[in-house]
């Protein structure tokens, strides 16, 4: 708060000189109480991210038209504007005219106020994302916290528009998306926790700090267990924004189109909207925590401005979410719940315990002294842990083959 009043009373001091300079009165400027200063900071703030909100689905929409058209061998949308850029503002346009129908028996209140829970908490997440080195944007001391937190708001959203919209396809597409959410919640989180463990704070610019020597530098090249605390985050992540393979909840040939079948218009353009912002907002937490977030991959002085270090991070995620959507099939649901339960959770908490030793024996100071050189235990993990893991399943699949159980012959039936 206190950055926050002292950039306001350089606006206040800034915009007294302009207006003097323009011959509108210098001194009305000066008068104006610096918490209306913060406070119409903090609205503009608030109006830039809604715009974010609202400006990044649209260019991912047409982003992911482009690349199923490429992975399809079709040239895409090619007819509104030049080479098809404006189709997704027509498609915009086209859902604002739609006629607004709400069933007639659901519940009127939760049905409306549905969409706006999911989008409120994916407006809620740009705030904390530090997209460029500042003091204030995106410094909050508990920003993992809050996103994590802030997040859970959509599962409650969706669940609001099954119930709402009196269908059993719109019931069992959000039970299906809530079970999917809160069990991919576990394991991102305690991936998330390995971050914690291993940076000491919440604050997801001080995590980005901690990284900025350069690629070598990164978290998820520190250690083996951080690399796989990554790759269960990335693949939790695209589970947690409904993506395939992990659609269930809107599984067409089985649920029409899941939990929003019975909206239409605008209040559908809410979840889509939010759909395409959740996508940023997990490529953006995952840029930030293992790939160094706006720090420069050569380290030094940056030769591009941060944020565009950043959009072109997240950008290349998001790049390879679009590669499996259209990729691979899509899963079974015992299939999905498979996954997490009986492999995303135990390896998290193998990567935990693996973590904590390598942070201990860390600051013990132990390693592997070659010569001069000195090499830390996390670099040696790269060696060890790999080796173990091939030892431990050749030991596990080394064994004798299984005597075949013997079968007892049917018996005709004495009726």
């Known amino acids: 708060m206190r950055d926050m009043e002292l950039i306001a009373e350089g606006v206040r001091t800034g915009l007294a000189k302009a207006t003097q300079t323009l011959g509108l009165g210098g001194e009305w ?16 703030l608030a109006a830039v991210s809604v715009g974010i909100v609202a400006a990044v689905p649209i260019i991912l929409v047409l982003a992911e038209r482009k690349v ?24 915009g346009v086209k859902l604002l005219f739609k006629e607004d129908i709400i069933p007639p028996q659901g519940d009127r209140t939760l049905f409306r106020l549905a969409p706006y829970v999911v989008f409120a908490s994916s407006f809620a997440a740009v705030v904390a994302l530090p997209v460029f080195p500042s003091a204030i944007l995106g410094n909050v001391s508990i920003g993992i916290f809050y996103i994590m937190a802030i997040s859970s708001l959509g599962a409650l959203g969706i669940m609001m528009a099954g119930w709402a919209s009196n269908s059993k396809w719109s019931l069992f ?15 991102l989180g305690l991936s998330i926790l390995m971050i914690v463990m291993t940076t000491g704070t919440l604050n997801m610019q001080e995590i980005v700090q901690g990284q900025s020597d350069g690629i070598g530098d990164w978290l998820v090249f520190r250690h083996p267990f951080l690399f796989g605390a990554g790759l269960i985050y990335f693949i939790s992540s695209i589970a947690e924004v409904n993506r395939t393979p992990f659609d269930l909840p809107e599984a067409e040939s089985e649920l029409v189109a899941g939990f929003h079948t019975e909206y239409s218009g605008i209040r559908f353009a809410y979840f889509f909207l939010a759909e395409y912002a959740n996508m ?31 959009i072109a991070k997240a950008a290349v995620i998001i790049f390879v979410m679009m590669w499996i959507r259209w990729t691979l099939p899509r899963v079974r649901v015992d299939q999905l719940m498979n996954l997490c339960w009986k492999y995303f959770l135990p390896i ?10 390598l942070l201990l024996l860390e600051g013990e100071g132990i390693g592997l002294k070659l010569g001069e050189a000195f090499i830390g235990v996390g670099a040696v993990s790269w060696v060890v842990v790999p080796v173990a893991l091939v030892v431990t399943g050749l030991a596990a699949f080394s064994g004798g083959d299984a005597k075949p159980r013997a079968v007892r012959p049917l018996t005709p039936s004495s009726s």
């Open 280 to 310: 940023f907002i997990v490529t953006a937490i995952l840029t930030t925590l293992f790939f160094g977030g706006w720090s420069s991959p050569l380290g030094g002085e940056a030769l591009l401005p941060g944020a565009v270090w950043f």
């Open 29 to 44: 400027p000066l008068a104006l109480p610096l918490n209306a200063v913060v406070a119409a900071m903090y609205i503009a």
């Open 173 to 187: 597409g959000a039970m299906r998306a809530a079970a999917q959410i809160v069990s991919y919640e576990i394991p």
């Open 68 to 91: 199923s058209a490429y992975f399809q061998d079709r040239l895409g949308p090619m007819r509104v504007g030049p080479w098809g850029l404006l189709v997704t503002l027509a498609d």
């Open 348 to 357: 998290s908490f193998v990567n935990i315990l693996g973590t904590g030793v």
